[in-house]
């Protein structure tokens, strides 16, 4: 199953400026399909997509993942 996540305007505004600080560590079909994603007022990506999003973050050296969203992809 592959659930619909539904970020908070908060979140979504967290998660652009992230993505948006790693534009030049990024392929750019990663970036712009994910900038898109997120170009909403609240985003929605399902679980597999927030998972590649999450992964694609921490292979550009990204270090500082929210622990909220974490605790979404592995809430145990």
Excluded at 1 to 17: C, D, G
Excluded at 45 to 50: I, W
């Amino acid at each position: 199953m592959n659930p619909v996540i539904e970020f908070t305007p908060e979140q979504t505004a967290e998660l652009k400026a992230i993505w948006q600080s790693q534009k030049n560590e990024l392929r750019p079909d990663d970036f712009t399909f994910i900038k898109v994603k997120l170009g909403r007022t609240q985003a929605k990506l399902t679980k597999n997509q927030t998972y590649r999003m999450t992964m694609t973050l921490a292979e550009s050296g990204y270090e500082d993942i929210p622990e909220w969203l974490l605790t979404i992809l592995d809430p145990q």
